[in-house]
């Protein structure tokens, strides 16, 4: 017999009855505070602070960071709720992804108790947001690179250096940047300091102007000597690169939970409109090219789908390796750009419009290829590790 907790998860066996009412919470909220919203944020380029404190209010904002630090102690199950819900309404202004996901499970694994406890509650709450300052503009994947110097001052460290395609830049009040403490140990010459954006020195950009993610604020940041107490320090001197690597399986693996979800919604778009769409006497999907091209599409998601689910209890059991969340990553990224791809040529002329929201996913899906390590980076992995003997 199947379990009593789990239901209404379309059989995925993954979430309980609590998970799914929580995800109820997560759905009126995107429903009545995001979606209403979204289209202006897109003209603004940047999402009002008072959203990313409703989001605290409601509890989706970081809901597995531990009780002691603000949290709601939750699994991570919780967080997938929330990335899935924002990707089936093609939410993808607020930065909350960046925030729960990268910025907060670094702090959590790496501070120091005293960086903890100042900055992990504000973090639940929205009354900080958190940034990951990794990027520079001479140095992406490859992180010894990173030209950002951080030199001890006493009892600080002062940073001088630039960021570039900084998420949530213009916003963030916290942000974990890369920088070299030692610049001649290469890769373990880089450590992971949590800046206080709020410090002298620390300069905003310009919102940099993109061709989709038009509702997230994505910064230049400027260091000129910044100062950061030594507390603020993430694990040791020259650890940051360790760091990094330890926790880039759960980026990667959060970029294909969105990816899969954004996709799903791509295919059920397409079949509502092409049901209705009214061509040479008969509906789009009469078309056996129509039933043929989104056939196809739904066998490949939702193998995909079982790659991804199978690989979310991976980590929850805290098994998922580095190669698997680049193989993961790989696959399902690349099938979300494919599959909005193909569903907007159904919808003809109105799929150019940003009015409908295949649209939308169309022009938002090309970063998945990128952000979080490109694909070509994930090959190099999975290639490395098929030659490794």
Same mark, same amino acid.
């Given at each position: 017999?199947?379990?009593?907790?789990?239901?209404?998860?379309?059989?995925?066996?993954?979430?309980?009855?609590?998970?799914?009412?929580?995800?109820?919470?997560?759905?009126?909220?995107?429903?009545?505070?995001?979606?209403?919203?979204?289209?202006?944020?897109?003209?603004?380029?940047?999402?009002?602070?008072?959203?990313?404190?409703?989001?605290?209010?409601?509890?989706?904002?970081?809901?597995?960071?531990?009780?002691?630090?603000?949290?709601?102690?939750?699994?991570?199950?919780?967080?997938?709720?929330?990335?899935?819900?924002?990707?089936?309404?093609?939410?993808?202004?607020?930065?909350?992804?960046?925030?729960?996901?990268?910025?907060?499970?670094?702090?959590?694994?790496?501070?120091?108790?005293?960086?903890?406890?100042?900055?992990?509650?504000?973090?639940?709450?929205?009354?900080?947001?958190?940034?990951?300052?990794?990027?520079?503009?001479?140095?992406?994947?490859?992180?010894?690179?990173?030209?950002?110097?951080?030199?001890?001052?006493?009892?600080?460290?002062?940073?001088?250096?630039?960021?570039?395609?900084?998420?949530?830049?213009?916003?963030?009040?916290?942000?974990?940047?890369?920088?070299?403490?030692?610049?001649?140990?290469?890769?373990?010459?880089?450590?992971?300091?949590?800046?206080?954006?709020?410090?002298?020195?620390?300069?905003?950009?310009?919102?940099?102007?993109?061709?989709?993610?038009?509702?997230?604020?994505?910064?230049?940041?400027?260091?000129?000597?910044?100062?950061?107490?030594?507390?603020?320090?993430?694990?040791?001197?020259?650890?940051?690169?360790?760091?990094?690597?330890?926790?880039?399986?759960?980026?990667?693996?959060?970029?294909?939970?969105?990816?899969?979800?954004?996709? $799903? +919604? *791509?295919?059920?778009?397409? @079949?509502?409109?092409?049901?209705?769409? #009214?061509?040479?006497? %008969?509906? !789009?999907?009469? &078309?056996?090219?129509?039933?043929?091209?989104?056939?196809?599409?739904?066998?490949?998601?939702?193998?995909?789908?079982?790659?991804?689910?199978?690989?979310?209890?991976?980590?929850?059991?805290?098994?998922?390796?580095?190669? $698997? +969340? *680049?193989?993961?990553?790989? @696959?399902?990224?690349?099938?979300?750009? #494919?599959?909005?791809? %193909?569903? !907007?040529?159904? &919808?003809?002329?109105?799929?150019?419009?940003?009015?409908?929201?295949?649209?939308?996913?169309?022009?938002?899906?090309?970063?998945?290829?990128?952000?979080?390590?490109?694909?070509?980076?994930?090959?190099?992995?999975?290639?490395?590790?098929?030659?490794?003997?």
């Amino acid at each position: 017999m199947a379990d009593p907790l789990l239901r209404n998860d379309g059989g995925r066996g993954i979430f309980s009855a609590e998970h799914e009412q929580f995800r109820e919470t997560v759905a009126r909220f995107v429903d009545e505070e995001l979606v209403p919203n979204h289209h202006q944020w897109e003209k603004d380029e940047v999402v009002p602070r008072e959203i990313w404190k409703r989001a605290g209010e409601v509890g989706i904002l970081c809901p597995n960071i531990p009780e002691a630090y603000g949290g709601f102690g939750a699994d991570w199950l919780y967080n997938v709720v929330i990335i899935e819900e924002l990707a089936k309404k093609g939410i993808t202004g607020p930065g909350f992804m960046v925030h729960s996901e990268m910025v907060a499970p670094y702090i959590l694994a790496a501070g120091t108790e005293e960086l903890k406890q100042d900055v992990l509650p504000k973090m639940v709450t929205g009354e900080y947001i958190g940034a990951l300052g990794l990027t520079e503009p001479g140095a992406g994947s490859d992180v010894k690179e990173i030209r950002t110097r951080a030199v001890r001052d006493g009892d600080d460290y002062v940073l001088n250096g630039q960021k570039v395609y900084i998420s949530n830049g213009q916003l963030a009040d916290v942000m974990v940047c890369a920088c070299k403490t030692d610049p001649t140990a290469g890769a373990k010459g880089v450590s992971l300091i949590a800046v206080d954006t709020h410090q002298d020195g620390f300069k905003r950009g310009r919102n940099l102007e993109k061709i989709g993610l038009k509702a997230q604020d994505t910064s230049e940041i400027f260091l000129e000597d910044v100062r950061a107490p030594l507390h603020r320090l993430l694990g040791a001197e020259g650890t940051g690169f360790g760091i990094m690597m330890g926790k880039l399986a759960q980026e990667r693996l959060t970029q294909a939970v969105r990816s899969i979800c954004v996709a $799903e +919604a *791509a295919i059920q778009w397409t @079949v509502d409109y092409t049901a209705e769409r #009214k061509m040479f006497g %008969q509906t !789009l999907a009469d &078309f056996q090219n129509t039933q043929f091209v989104l056939a196809e599409l739904s066998a490949e998601v939702l193998s995909a789908r079982v790659f991804t689910d199978w690989c979310i209890k991976r980590f929850l059991a805290g098994e998922l390796t580095g190669v $698997e +969340a *680049a193989k993961v990553k790989l @696959v399902v990224t690349n099938l979300h750009v #494919k599959v909005v791809d %193909q569903c !907007l040529q159904f &919808f003809g002329g109105y799929g150019y419009m940003t009015e409908y929201p295949i649209a939308r996913a169309y022009v938002d899906a090309r970063i998945v290829r990128i952000a979080g390590g490109a694909a070509e980076v994930m090959k190099q992995i999975i290639g490395r590790d098929l030659f490794r003997k």
